[in-house]
């Protein structure tokens, strides 16, 4: 089992451009995500349904956050911050107004975790909310696992045209996470 | 959509933001600052003695206090950037205080009781408590459009603690035009409207720096 540390040299190796080492992470730190939102999920008294709506919203904003990640620290209290601000702000947006208390120091990030059941209901429906290209890329990248290079000569665009409309699109997303209501 | 899909597109996208939230800290605060420099000349303009005051200890230490409190808040507006809560924020701002406690002692001892009030109230409160936030206010701009790329903690601590550094950049403007050296004017004044200054950055933090 790899020790935490591996975990900050992954980010690392990310930041220097290695897509492997970064989707490694990603996956990772789903797993650990799925465990944290269910059992914060269970501790509000709250459905699991929502389990992976919250591990992709954390996932989204974690990435789009991760320059705010000091790489002289550990990475896992940034990890944990995080996806602690991210489940209380679901929390409190699906009407849970209590006192939030999560213990999100008992969960590891080694822990095995079980396997992701379903889609997220949301991102479909915040897929939606994105222009016409801007979702063809992301869907053509993420349900189609096309590179940005294919996509872009698919669609008479440079590589770095679709990565510029990719981001723009995952900022979207994350707005759009962001503003949604019951 | 499935969150193995989903991670196919973070990976995809390279594109991290600024890496280092000091440097576009500064650039906004430089940015904001320069559109406050051109206000300040055009509106104010440095004081006249500006030569002779710079001979006296009160102004001296005027300056000293403002470009300090410029240099803390811009630390602590980088600590509460970050999604790790900070504790006691406070704590950042004892250099400035210390400073403050020491100037104020000595203003004290050197000035006779009965010229304390009008040291206090001096010549300018007024302008001062308008002036510093009018200055602030492009910086305080820039520094929470920048902001909004960062993931604080706390929103609000972080609007109010752009709003100390937006007030401290716009005091060590005013600095330069006010007549008023003596510390008790300076630690009375330029405070409240620092506090302005942050309570405006900390309601507006709330909003604009949620994420």
Redesign the interface.
């Known amino acids: 089992m790899p020790s935490s540390d591996d975990l900050a040299q992954l980010m690392r190796l990310a930041?220097n451009?290695d897509?492997e080492a970064?989707?490694r992470l990603?996956?990772r730190v789903?797993v650990w995500l799925r465990g944290v939102a269910r059992r914060g999920l269970v501790r509000a008294g709250r459905s699991v349904e929502d389990s992976?709506d919250i591990?992709?919203e954390t996932?989204?904003?974690m990435?789009?956050?991760?320059?705010?990640w000091?790489d002289t620290q550990p990475l896992e209290?940034?990890l944990h911050?995080?996806a602690r601000?991210k489940l209380i702000d679901h929390l409190r947006r699906k009407g849970f107004a209590d006192h939030v208390d999560l213990d999100l120091h008992a969960e590891t990030l080694a822990a095995p975790e079980a396997a992701?059941a379903g889609?997220?209901a949301d991102?479909?429906q915040m897929?939606s909310s994105l222009g016409e290209r801007q979702r063809h890329i992301?869907e053509a990248?993420?349900?189609e696992?096309r590179?940005?290079r294919d996509v872009g000569a698919r669609l008479g665009m440079s590589e770095g045209a679709v990565?510029?409309a990719?981001?723009r699109a995952?900022r979207a997303l994350a707005a759009a996470y962001?503003r949604e209501r019951p | 959509?499935?969150?193995?899909?989903?991670?196919?597109?973070?990976?995809?996208?390279?594109?991290?933001?600024?890496?280092s939230?000091g440097r576009a800290l500064a650039l906004a605060l430089l940015a904001g600052g320069v559109l406050s420099l051109g206000l300040f000349l055009a509106a104010l303009g440095p004081r006249a003695d500006l030569a002779a005051a710079l001979a006296t200890w009160r102004f001296d230490v005027k300056i000293v206090a403002v470009l300090l409190a410029v240099g803390l808040a811009f630390r602590l507006c980088r600590a509460v950037?970050?999604?790790?809560?900070v504790a006691h924020p406070g704590r950042f701002l004892l250099p400035l205080a210390a400073l403050a406690a020491v100037a104020v002692a000595i203003e004290l001892a050197d000035v006779p009781m009965a010229a304390w009030r009008a040291r206090l109230v001096g010549s300018n409160a007024l302008i001062c408590l308008a002036a510093v936030p009018a200055f602030s206010l492009a910086p305080l701009v820039a520094l929470l459009a920048m902001l909004r790329?960062?993931?604080p903690?706390s929103p609000a601590l972080a609007g109010a603690a752009a709003g100390l550094l937006a007030a401290a950049s716009g005091a060590a403007l005013y600095a330069f035009h006010c007549f008023d050296d003596s510390p008790l004017f300076v630690v009375t004044w330029y405070s409240l409207a620092a506090l302005i200054v942050m309570t405006v950055g900390g309601l507006a933090g709330r909003r604009v720096l949620?994420?």
């Open positions: 930041r451009g897509d970064y989707r990603l996956v789903a992976e591990v992709q996932l989204l904003v990435h789009l956050k991760r320059a705010s000091d209290p940034w911050a995080i601000h992701e889609a997220s991102a479909r897929l992301v990248i993420s349900i696992g590179s940005a990565r510029v990719l981001h995952l962001g | 959509m499935k969150t193995e899909q989903l991670l196919a597109a973070l990976v995809a996208d390279r594109a991290s933001g600024p890496r939230s950037s970050r999604p790790l809560p790329s960062t993931a903690a949620r994420w």
